[in-house]
């Protein structure tokens, strides 16, 4: 099923919200947005409604005004004042003088690994689709030119985007000016090439696929994605070309007789990567692009996926899975702090998409893994209830790092930048996984859990969403910021807003589903 999307209707539904008037029904569906056209001057029995766990209060009216004023000024900032070229890094300072991703940021520089240009794009696109405000389109249309300017020739993204001239020659970016010697590593760590791909994709399907520059930037991107897919069906953890398929065989995993005593830098970032959920939204963002496109070709490089997924499965003792394999399919290195190991924290996320790809396909072989994992996996839980990122190969001894990196088993002295221990939901996944067992299946399940299809938010979220928004749009925090010496200053931060703006959207749209 394609995705459709009806604009025509909208304007004549929504222009009125955020001005206290409901004009109209706004029905969400699992394969687009449609709206539909009605005239409802049924405003007592709308009143009894509810909003989250209470019902509409007497000031119904006012709050609605408040809601949409505040999300009208708050993107109106973020995307006149605090946008570069269109895109957005992660964390400001109040003045917008400093500005940092996961690194500083310069007056040029916009970051695409979340949550960046794609999220917050992402987060305004959604608010045009509950509330139908033409200028929010506009401001998710200049996100997405950000990101088509910042595209490399690989086909994907790496972690920022440069806009000054001096920086751009550094890049070998499709748009111009292009340098054919400059860096042209796409990456998938972090969900900065999917990421990015996911809210295009969207913001294509909004425009109906009119915007060349977008459909087109699209189009390439999923191209060089599927081109760059190993025989096995994994993916590397950055690309700058297709793989020679005759020198990567299909093998199952496999334990290493031996383990090398430190990383190969040279050859990780082109391994079988899961690490950080890479190959795990990848295969999302596939099941997204077949939905939006219909395109049978993403669907079957999502499937061949889940089939690396299988195949990536250890054997007994473990049979879960490392964050990286090497080509003949054992667990390496990766960083000096991700050894060749078991992993509590991928692992977790494999079972969830591979749930996620049997509701999408049905093929009861993507359920065949996941008993023996989730035994082994509720065997390995730690005294405290959480699982270790790492457990010794066979052994399955958890696995920890010393502040000055040095492999332990003790975990006394874990840095600080790095969850050496994770939250445990297996709880949660195998109730899902009994769910399916029982029939309840659904192909459409969205690909991708997230904000866009949340619940309605609590009057009280709403309220204080709104309290705590300053004259200007902005919400204020304190946080440490590396240009300021890594001192606590006031700041903005991107993941607020984006936290924020989902809420004051989702209650807008609220008022008008019934």
Not at 344 to 358: A, K
Request: proline fraction near 7%.
């Amino acid at each position: 099923m394609t995705y459709t999307h009806r604009r025509a209707s909208r304007r004549s539904v929504l222009q009125s919200l955020g001005r206290g008037v409901v004009g109209g029904l706004m029905l969400a569906e699992s394969a687009g947005i449609d709206l539909l056209c009605r005239n409802t001057a049924a405003w007592g029995s709308l009143r009894q409604k509810t909003v989250s766990k209470g019902p509409i209060p007497d000031n119904y009216s006012s709050l609605q005004e408040q809601a949409a004023e505040a999300l009208r000024k708050a993107i109106r900032f973020f995307a006149n004042e605090v946008a570069v070229e269109g895109g957005y890094v992660w964390l400001y300072s109040a003045d917008l003088r400093l500005r940092e991703g996961e690194g500083r940021a310069s007056e040029t520089t916009v970051w695409v690994q979340p949550p960046g240009t794609p999220s917050v794009g992402a987060a305004i696109l959604r608010a045009y689709e509950r509330t139908g405000e033409e200028e929010y389109l506009e401001a998710a249309r200049k996100a997405g030119e950000c990101l088509a300017r910042g595209q490399l020739e690989s086909g994907g993204w790496t972690y920022r985007i440069e806009f000054s001239p001096n920086a751009r020659q550094r890049f070998f970016y499709r748009k111009p000016p292009r340098n054919e010697k400059g860096f042209n590593w796409s990456t998938l760590d972090d969900d900065t090439t999917q990421s990015a791909l996911r809210f295009l994709m969207e913001l294509d399907r909004v425009l109906e696929f009119r915007d060349e520059v977008i459909h087109e930037c699209v189009q390439y991107a999923l191209d060089r994605l599927l081109a760059v897919q190993y025989p096995c069906g994994a993916w590397p953890q950055g690309f700058r070309e297709p793989p020679d398929p005759a020198a990567y065989p299909v093998l199952r995993a496999s334990y290493p007789e031996e383990i090398p005593p430190a990383p190969d830098f040279k050859e990780y970032w082109r391994f079988y990567t899961l690490n950080d959920q890479a190959h795990m939204d990848t295969i999302r963002t596939l099941l997204l692009a077949a939905k939006i496109y219909g395109e049978p070709r993403y669907q079957k490089a999502a499937e061949k996926g889940g089939e690396f997924l299988l195949l990536a499965q250890m054997p007994d003792p473990q049979p879960a899975w490392a964050q990286q394999y090497n080509f003949q399919m054992q667990p390496a290195w990766a960083r000096r702090f991700e050894p060749p190991a078991i992993t509590g924290g991928e692992s977790q996320d494999v079972l969830r998409v591979l749930i996620t790809l049997y509701q999408h396909t049905g093929r009861e072989d993507f359920l065949s893994a996941i008993p023996r994992a989730l035994a082994y996996l509720k065997k390995s839980v730690l005294p405290d209830g959480k699982l270790a990122r790492f457990y010794e190969l066979k052994t399955n001894r958890p696995l920890y790092f010393t502040r000055d990196y040095k492999l332990t088993y003790d975990d006394r002295d874990l840095p600080t930048h790095y969850a050496f221990k994770v939250e445990n939901n297996l709880a949660t996944i195998e109730a899902q996984y009994q769910k399916v067992l029982a029939g309840q299946r659904s192909q459409d399940v969205p690909p991708m859990p997230g904000p866009g299809r949340a619940g309605r938010p609590s009057l009280s979220a709403v309220e204080r969403v709104i309290k705590t928004m300053d004259e200007r749009g902005r919400w204020i925090e304190k946080a440490r910021m590396k240009g300021a010496g890594e001192s606590v200053i006031p700041v903005i931060q991107s993941r607020t807003f984006i936290a924020n703006v989902d809420i004051l959207s989702a209650y807008l749209a609220a008022l008008t589903s019934g």
